[in-house]
Protein backbone atom coordinates (compact mmCIF):
# COMPACT_ATOMS: atom_id res chain seq x y z
CA UNK A 1 0.00 0.00 0.00
CA UNK A 2 1.53 3.45 -1.25
CA UNK A 3 1.83 6.14 1.61
CA UNK A 4 0.09 8.78 1.87
CA UNK A 5 -3.24 7.42 0.85
CA UNK A 6 -4.63 10.92 -0.40
CA UNK A 7 -3.27 10.83 -3.77
CA UNK A 8 -3.02 15.24 -3.40
CA UNK A 9 0.50 15.39 -1.88
CA UNK A 10 -0.41 19.32 -1.33
CA UNK A 11 -0.91 22.59 -2.91
CA UNK A 12 1.74 25.37 -2.71
CA UNK A 13 2.16 28.55 -4.50
CA UNK A 14 5.24 29.34 -6.96
CA UNK A 15 8.38 29.65 -5.33
CA UNK A 16 7.43 27.94 -2.14
CA UNK A 17 9.77 25.02 -1.03
CA UNK A 18 8.42 21.56 -0.55
CA UNK A 19 9.49 17.88 0.16
CA UNK A 20 7.29 15.03 -0.36
CA UNK A 21 7.85 11.59 0.26
CA UNK A 22 6.10 8.57 -1.17
CA UNK A 23 6.81 5.38 0.90
CA UNK A 24 5.24 1.86 -0.41
CA UNK A 25 4.53 -1.29 2.22
CA UNK A 26 3.04 -4.54 0.86
CA UNK A 27 0.55 -6.29 3.20
CA UNK A 28 1.39 -9.76 3.97
CA UNK A 29 -1.06 -12.71 4.57
CA UNK A 30 -1.03 -13.58 7.58
CA UNK A 31 0.56 -16.84 9.20
CA UNK A 32 -1.27 -19.20 11.18
CA UNK A 33 0.11 -20.68 14.39
CA UNK A 34 -0.51 -24.24 15.88
CA UNK A 35 -3.70 -23.62 17.24
CA UNK A 36 -5.30 -22.23 13.79
CA UNK A 37 -5.11 -18.08 15.16
CA UNK A 38 -3.33 -15.49 12.77
CA UNK A 39 -0.49 -13.76 13.78
CA UNK A 40 0.16 -10.85 11.29
CA UNK A 41 3.77 -10.82 10.82
CA UNK A 42 3.46 -7.26 9.30
CA UNK A 43 4.32 -5.70 6.13
CA UNK A 44 7.09 -5.53 3.82
CA UNK A 45 8.69 -2.60 2.56
CA UNK A 46 9.46 -1.75 -0.99
CA UNK A 47 11.51 0.83 -2.74
CA UNK A 48 9.62 3.66 -4.59
CA UNK A 49 10.66 5.59 -8.10
CA UNK A 50 8.72 8.63 -8.52
CA UNK A 51 8.44 10.09 -12.50
CA UNK A 52 6.80 13.52 -13.03
CA UNK A 53 4.50 13.20 -16.02
CA UNK A 54 5.41 17.05 -16.42
CA UNK A 55 8.79 17.92 -15.26
CA UNK A 56 9.28 21.40 -13.52
CA UNK A 57 12.83 22.80 -14.01
CA UNK A 58 13.10 23.67 -9.77
CA UNK A 59 11.77 20.55 -8.92
CA UNK A 60 13.69 17.60 -8.26
CA UNK A 61 12.52 14.17 -8.57
CA UNK A 62 14.94 11.32 -7.01
CA UNK A 63 14.29 7.94 -5.69
CA UNK A 64 10.68 8.53 -3.63
CA UNK A 65 11.35 12.19 -2.68
CA UNK A 66 9.91 15.23 -4.68
CA UNK A 67 11.62 18.41 -3.59
CA UNK A 68 12.16 21.97 -4.92
CA UNK A 69 9.72 24.41 -5.96
CA UNK A 70 8.03 25.49 -9.12
CA UNK A 71 8.72 28.06 -11.30
CA UNK A 72 7.03 28.93 -14.88
CA UNK A 73 4.11 27.07 -14.34
CA UNK A 74 1.63 29.40 -16.21
CA UNK A 75 2.38 31.40 -19.08
CA UNK A 76 2.19 35.20 -18.70
CA UNK A 77 2.40 37.37 -21.94
CA UNK A 78 5.73 39.58 -21.28
CA UNK A 79 6.30 42.53 -23.66
CA UNK A 80 9.94 43.49 -24.17
CA UNK A 81 12.34 45.94 -26.23
CA UNK A 82 15.63 44.62 -27.00
CA UNK A 83 18.93 46.95 -27.18
CA UNK A 84 18.88 46.97 -30.79
CA UNK A 85 15.05 47.98 -31.27
CA UNK A 86 13.52 44.71 -31.69
CA UNK A 87 10.48 43.43 -30.02
CA UNK A 88 9.71 40.11 -28.13
CA UNK A 89 7.06 38.48 -26.50
CA UNK A 90 7.89 35.68 -23.91
CA UNK A 91 5.72 33.49 -21.65
CA UNK A 92 7.87 33.51 -18.27
CA UNK A 93 10.13 35.59 -16.37
CA UNK A 94 12.86 32.83 -16.88
CA UNK A 95 13.11 34.16 -20.06
CA UNK A 96 13.50 38.18 -18.98
CA UNK A 97 15.78 37.10 -17.02
CA UNK A 98 18.01 35.20 -19.35
CA UNK A 99 17.75 38.54 -22.04
CA UNK A 100 19.58 40.58 -19.28
CA UNK A 101 22.26 38.14 -18.75
CA UNK A 102 22.58 38.13 -22.90
CA UNK A 103 22.75 41.56 -22.36
CA UNK A 104 19.61 41.91 -24.84
CA UNK A 105 17.09 43.46 -22.34
CA UNK A 106 16.43 47.45 -22.96
CA UNK A 107 13.08 47.81 -21.25
CA UNK A 108 10.19 45.06 -19.57
CA UNK A 109 7.07 47.49 -21.78
CA UNK A 110 3.85 45.16 -21.33
CA UNK A 111 3.03 42.04 -19.01
CA UNK A 112 -0.36 40.19 -18.99
CA UNK A 113 -0.80 37.58 -16.33
CA UNK A 114 -2.14 34.17 -16.63
CA UNK A 115 -5.72 34.28 -15.48
CA UNK A 116 -5.17 30.59 -14.36
CA UNK A 117 -5.73 29.73 -11.19
CA UNK A 118 -4.21 26.53 -10.66
CA UNK A 119 -1.90 23.92 -12.55
CA UNK A 120 -1.82 19.91 -11.52
CA UNK A 121 1.60 18.41 -11.78
CA UNK A 122 1.22 14.94 -11.64
CA UNK A 123 4.26 12.25 -10.57
CA UNK A 124 4.27 8.18 -10.81
CA UNK A 125 5.07 6.52 -7.92
CA UNK A 126 6.12 2.32 -8.61
CA UNK A 127 7.18 0.23 -6.57
CA UNK A 128 6.50 -4.01 -6.45
CA UNK A 129 4.77 -3.87 -9.77
CA UNK A 130 2.53 -1.24 -8.66
CA UNK A 131 1.62 2.19 -8.86
CA UNK A 132 0.05 5.18 -7.87
CA UNK A 133 -0.55 8.36 -9.42
CA UNK A 134 0.01 11.41 -7.10
CA UNK A 135 -0.71 15.34 -7.75
CA UNK A 136 0.56 17.98 -6.33
CA UNK A 137 -1.09 21.63 -7.25
CA UNK A 138 0.23 25.06 -7.66
CA UNK A 139 -1.91 28.18 -7.27
CA UNK A 140 -1.35 31.48 -8.99
CA UNK A 141 -1.45 33.77 -6.77
CA UNK A 142 -0.38 36.72 -8.97
CA UNK A 143 1.94 38.61 -6.36
CA UNK A 144 5.21 36.64 -8.10
CA UNK A 145 4.08 38.33 -11.56
CA UNK A 146 3.48 41.57 -9.89
CA UNK A 147 6.87 41.45 -7.57
CA UNK A 148 8.97 40.06 -10.68
CA UNK A 149 7.81 43.24 -13.33
CA UNK A 150 8.49 45.56 -10.34
CA UNK A 151 12.18 44.75 -10.33
CA UNK A 152 12.47 44.23 -14.13
CA UNK A 153 10.80 48.33 -15.04
CA UNK A 154 13.15 49.48 -11.71
CA UNK A 155 16.30 47.69 -12.94
CA UNK A 156 18.92 50.34 -14.11
CA UNK A 157 21.92 49.45 -16.13
CA UNK A 158 24.20 49.17 -13.36
CA UNK A 159 21.75 46.41 -12.05
CA UNK A 160 21.55 44.96 -14.90
CA UNK A 161 25.25 44.98 -14.79
CA UNK A 162 24.54 43.25 -11.34
CA UNK A 163 22.58 40.48 -12.30
CA UNK A 164 24.32 39.56 -15.14
CA UNK A 165 27.50 39.05 -13.13
CA UNK A 166 25.90 37.24 -10.97
CA UNK A 167 24.75 35.00 -13.06
CA UNK A 168 28.16 34.41 -14.65
CA UNK A 169 29.64 33.78 -11.00
CA UNK A 170 26.93 31.01 -9.88
CA UNK A 171 26.48 29.30 -13.81
CA UNK A 172 26.14 25.86 -12.00
CA UNK A 173 22.96 27.40 -9.81
CA UNK A 174 21.43 28.72 -12.72
CA UNK A 175 18.14 26.83 -12.34
CA UNK A 176 17.31 28.05 -9.72
CA UNK A 177 17.64 31.76 -10.64
CA UNK A 178 14.63 32.90 -10.15
CA UNK A 179 15.80 33.62 -6.06
CA UNK A 180 18.61 35.70 -7.31
CA UNK A 181 16.57 38.68 -7.97
CA UNK A 182 16.41 38.64 -3.94
CA UNK A 183 20.36 38.58 -4.30
CA UNK A 184 20.50 41.14 -6.32
CA UNK A 185 18.14 43.16 -4.07
CA UNK A 186 20.62 43.16 -1.30
CA UNK A 187 23.60 43.94 -3.71
CA UNK A 188 22.28 47.31 -4.64
CA UNK A 189 21.09 48.19 -1.55
CA UNK A 190 24.84 47.27 -0.23
CA UNK A 191 26.00 49.22 -2.72
CA UNK A 192 24.02 52.91 -2.03
Do not use: C
Amino acid sequence: MFSPVPTRLTTVHELENIKQNVTYVASTTPTYGATGVGVSTGGQAYPVTITAVEPNTTINVSGNTITGYYTDAFNNEIHYRTVDDKFKTVSHWSDIVMAVADGTLSEVYYYHADPTVSKTYSYIAKANNEQQTYTIVVENNWQTGRNQLIKFTHLTRYQQKILVEWINNNKDKVGWINKLLDSVDWENNLLL
